[in-house]
């Protein structure tokens, strides 16, 4: 078993910057693909993106170029650094792990959730 804990969410300005951290524990999470998802009010819960083992990333198309994935294994933690962000940003983010390592955005992929961190983009 693998527990993700999310951090780092909260109220930005509208083109400010968060970043968010996923910290897990119970085993290592190096051969993992781990990403971020995302959940606005009375919308389903979306990819934001990803990152394989091999070190490869995969973005949404409404995040590419202003999100970053990242994660360091050492510390078994993933961090996600939002850019620019805009009201339509406003989410509950939510942290997942695939042991499997495989390349999907399909949530069904994904075995372990964290509970998700608000983040509010608003002037």
């Known amino acids: 078993q693998v527990q993700l804990v999310e951090s780092g969410g909260g109220l930005v300005q509208p083109g400010g910057s968060l970043r968010l951290s996923c910290a897990a524990s119970?085993?290592?999470?190096?051969?993992?693909?781990m990403a971020w998802f995302r959940q606005a009010p009375g919308k389903e819960r979306e990819f934001v993106a990803n990152?394989?083992?091999?070190?490869?990333?995969y973005y949404a198309n409404s995040v590419t170029g202003r999100f970053t994935i990242s994660r360091d294994n050492a510390k078994n933690t993933v961090y996600l650094q939002m850019n620019s962000l805009k009201p339509e940003d406003t989410a509950v983010y939510y942290c997942?792990?695939?042991?499997?390592?495989?390349?999907?955005?399909?949530?069904?992929?994904?075995?372990?959730w964290g509970q998700g961190t608000q983040v509010t983009v608003s002037s």
């Open positions: 997942a792990a695939d042991p499997a390592g495989g390349t999907s955005v399909a949530a069904f992929r994904y075995n372990y």
């Open positions: 990152k394989r083992w091999t070190g490869s990333t």
């Open positions: 119970g085993r290592g999470i190096s051969a993992y693909t």
